[in-house]
């Protein structure tokens, strides 16, 4: 548990109204997994794994406390990324506040691939949104504004937009040129996908942590026409297999893009996505690594099971998730 107070984090922009002291939200964020395979920073999964955040407006100050995974590893202080998303979202939902109570009660494990830092954006603001709605309902934020706003501290919006929605999600961006900036701004999009009643996921988590920024930096810059023809083919497959021909999954989780090239740093990882796959199971690697996903309609082998938690692999059955939520 880490805790810390400041003093004099909190600063009002002009013009916006000011939350009365003393409102407190509780919100619910799934984990969630993107790429799926083939839908590189396009195609997402939410997870039933959540973490829970509370957040109470106070008379002045910052106070922030962390409880449970990177408790010992995550900043107590105004550039923690959920008060950072808070603030985000107060801004966007023309609010304030003087002071903040923040409480992360956190599940997902960090610098796994399972969209943890994803997931700390889109709570941060949805407990914004929240907290305005509490002051006007027409205040709160839309599913658009926050699958763009977290998708902003992302980068991309494969993790984001599934947190935001629930279910699976197809994202894209387009670069908006009607901002009157210089630079074009990036618009973020995407839409759910209701997925197969009877699909069902399961991560292997390993110990270790992977950085997202190492193991995009081992992407090639070109790829060959053929390579993304066949993940152009899988994709689209994909999103047939997800809502309803769950058979046809393991063909629809093929990759030719981004998990080859990663492979040598995720040797782990790379063997069991090959050792679930040889036995008919649709898994790849989950976002960026290392967990391991595995996709179906039925739960995994008892033996492959002993044999994964014998390799120190933590294996965890989850359910396909709904949105971000009140408590």
Same mark, same amino acid.
């Given at each position: 548990?880490?805790?810390?107070?400041?003093?004099?984090?909190?600063?009002?922009?002009?013009?916006?109204?000011?939350?009365?002291?003393?409102?407190?939200?509780?919100? #619910?964020?799934?984990?969630?997994?993107? @790429?799926?395979?083939?839908?590189?920073?396009?195609?997402?999964?939410?997870?039933?794994?959540?973490?829970?955040?509370?957040?109470?407006?106070?008379?002045?100050?910052?106070?922030?406390?962390?409880?449970?995974?990177?408790? +010992?590893?995550?900043?107590? @202080?105004?550039?923690?990324?959920?008060?950072?998303?808070?603030? #985000?979202?107060?801004?966007?939902?023309?609010?304030?506040?003087?002071?903040?109570?923040?409480?992360?009660?956190?599940?997902?494990?960090?610098?796994?691939?399972?969209?943890?830092?994803?997931?700390?954006?889109?709570?941060?603001?949805?407990?914004?949104?929240?907290?305005?709605?509490?002051?006007?309902?027409?205040?709160?934020?839309?599913?658009?504004?926050?699958?763009?706003?977290?998708?902003?501290? +992302?980068?991309?919006?494969?993790?984001?937009?599934?947190?935001?929605?629930?279910?699976?999600?197809?994202?894209?961006?387009?670069?908006?040129?009607?901002?009157? +900036?210089?630079?074009?701004?990036?618009?973020?999009?995407?839409?759910?996908?209701?997925?197969?009643?009877?699909?069902?996921?399961?991560?292997?988590?390993?110990? +270790? #942590?992977?950085?997202?920024?190492?193991? #995009?930096?081992?992407?090639?810059?070109?790829?060959?026409?053929?390579?993304?023809?066949?993940?152009?083919?899988?994709?689209?497959?994909?999103?047939?297999?997800?809502?309803?021909?769950?058979?046809?999954?393991?063909?629809?989780?093929?990759?030719?893009?981004?998990?080859?090239?990663?492979?040598?740093?995720?040797?782990?990882?790379?063997?069991?996505?090959?050792?679930?796959?040889?036995?008919?199971?649709?898994?790849?690697?989950?976002?960026?690594?290392?967990?391991?996903?595995?996709?179906?309609?039925?739960?995994?082998?008892?033996?492959?099971?002993?044999?994964?938690?014998?390799?120190?692999?933590?294996?965890?059955?989850?359910?396909?998730?709904?949105?971000?939520?009140?408590?």
């Amino acid at each position: 548990m880490t805790a810390a107070h400041h003093d004099s984090s909190i600063r009002k922009p002009a013009m916006t109204e000011t939350l009365p002291s003393g409102i407190t939200v509780t919100v #619910r964020v799934p984990a969630s997994s993107a @790429n799926l395979g083939p839908g590189f920073d396009t195609l997402g999964l939410a997870l039933g794994m959540y973490d829970e955040i509370t957040v109470t407006t106070t008379e002045s100050g910052l106070n922030i406390e962390v409880v449970g995974e990177g408790a +010992e590893d995550v900043p107590c @202080n105004p550039s923690h990324l959920v008060v950072r998303a808070i603030e #985000r979202g107060l801004e966007a939902a023309g609010v304030w506040a003087d002071g903040l109570d923040v409480v992360c009660r956190n599940v997902i494990p960090h610098s796994r691939g399972l969209g943890s830092s994803a997931s700390a954006a889109v709570g941060g603001l949805f407990a914004a949104s929240e907290l305005a709605r509490e002051l006007d309902p027409t205040h709160g934020l839309s599913d658009a504004q926050l699958v763009q706003l977290s998708s902003e501290f +992302e980068g991309h919006p494969d993790n984001a937009a599934a947190s935001v929605l629930g279910g699976a999600v197809v994202s894209w961006s387009s670069n908006d040129e009607n901002t009157g +900036e210089s630079a074009l701004a990036k618009v973020f999009r995407a839409v759910r996908l209701d997925t197969h009643p009877d699909l069902r996921a399961c991560v292997l988590v390993p110990t +270790e #942590r992977s950085s997202t920024a190492h193991t #995009r930096g081992l992407l090639p810059h070109l790829v060959p026409h053929g390579d993304a023809a066949f993940n152009a083919s899988r994709s689209a497959l994909l999103v047939v297999a997800l809502t309803t021909n769950p058979e046809l999954l393991l063909p629809a989780t093929e990759d030719m893009l981004h998990q080859p090239h990663r492979a040598p740093a995720l040797p782990l990882t790379t063997r069991w996505v090959g050792r679930l796959r040889e036995r008919g199971i649709a898994a790849t690697v989950s976002g960026a690594g290392p967990t391991v996903l595995a996709l179906g309609t039925e739960t995994i082998p008892a033996d492959l099971r002993s044999e994964a938690e014998h390799d120190g692999l933590r294996v965890l059955d989850l359910a396909v998730s709904g949105g971000v939520h009140r408590a």
